[in-house]
């Protein structure tokens, strides 16, 4: 096992790793920019190094500062989290080249899955099932055309190199996707210095359905269940649940395996998350993509199962053989999550940072809260709006809807703006209490006279 590591991120996913390294024994070093010198972690680390100014491109995302501040802590290993440099396959090729452990998948799999044309080759390799698509690049208009005739319309657009729900755009027909195709082409260069687009038939009611994956260095793999992300505005997740609700254990068992064949193929280890639609229509699924990295939502796997996900990380890259198998893996009750934004809804989902002058948070049997914030604390407008993470567990699904619903009642915070009243609208609503929603049930349900972008 590592004696020392860095955090090479911020906010609740930095706290989370310095708390799982505390409890392995492990010393950790992070690294925080001008605008987190008084994020309350940096004192639970071991050791704290600046390493730039407020900007992501002067800290967070600058390789060389990250990779000096790294050598001069002498550690054996650095943490990505998630966002910032934990998908790069470039960064994760720089830190193995200083003799300095990734912790995360190998670079090969990192580059063989972070292209979105290659990941669906090898998903077709592995028997999983992907939607029709253009099966390569799209290298012109009328290329594009012609496809989305044979697959039929909607279609959508997509960055090879995109992700996470970026790099996207919807056509219904001929004129828009003419209209569409050299925006969306610019659009992938200037973002992910890839050009490079592909066609996929657009499956127009879908639930998000993503499965956890862990595999570790000699050749083991294995899931711990299904996650409901289908609670999304503009393609971000704002509510995420598991187990997903209205889905019979045979397509569980299905979906879950596609997610085990898939990382196998592809010689995947480290934590990862295969994501599928699943067509409410048919109750086929689709693969989508593979996040090689920890996910926001990893703790109502954690809730359900009893699997610490951060310290499987750090095991699985310290070179450790995964001493738990599939048959181990036997999840109980519900979990969800709440993702807090400091975001306000009634203005057009504006950022709300600045001082916070009032807090509390909820408590109680069944809550989790994963935050770095407390009364006092400036979030700064530089960054991502996540602030924190409610987590609520019960025996059953009711239950867990109940201690959630208590919770966001208690959760004091202000004069920061968040989201909570609108994790309070999804979680009243009819629809989602019978589990009867897919990923337009937030801009069609709960914002229907919000304008929705991207619905073209």
Partial sequence: MFSRILVANRGEVALRIIRACKELGISTVAVFSQADRDASYLHLADDRICIGSGPSADSYLNIPRIIAAAELADVQAIHPGYGFLAESSHFAEICRSCKIEFIGPSVESMKLLGDKIEAKKLARAARVPTAPDSDGPVE???????????????????????GGGRGIRFAHNEATLRSLFKQAQSEAEIAFKDGRLYLEKCIDNFRHIEVQILGDMHGN?????????????????????????????????????AAVRLAKEAGYYNAGTVEFMLDEETNNFYFLEVNTRIQVEHPITEMTTGQDLVKWQLKIAAGEPLDIKQSDIRPRGHSIECRINAEDPDNGF??????IEAFCAPGGLGVRWDSHVYQGYVIPPTYDSLIGKLITYGKDRDTAIA?????????LI????T?????????????????RYNTK?????ILSGEQVMDRV
């Fill in 403 to 411: 201690i959630m619903k208590r919770a966001l009642d208690e959760f």
């Fill in 221 to 257: 793999v294995i899931h711990l269940y299904e996650r409901d992300c289908s609670v999304q505005r503009r393609k971000q997740k704002v509510i995420e649940e598991t187990p997903a609700c209205n889905l019979d254990d045979d397509l569980r068992e299905e979906i879950c395996q």
């Fill in 419 to 435: 989201t909570i009243g609108l994790c309070k609208k999804v979680l009243n609503h009819q629809a989602f209490q019978q589990g």
């Fill in 414 to 417: 202000y004069p920061t703006k």
């Fill in 140 to 162: 012109t208009v009328e290329d594009a055309v012609r496809i989305a005739e044979q697959i039929g319309y909607p279609v959508a657009l997509k960055a090879a190199a995109g």
């Fill in 441 to 445: 049930f937030v801009e069609q349900e």
């Fill in 350 to 355: 504006r950022p709300s940072p600045g001082r």
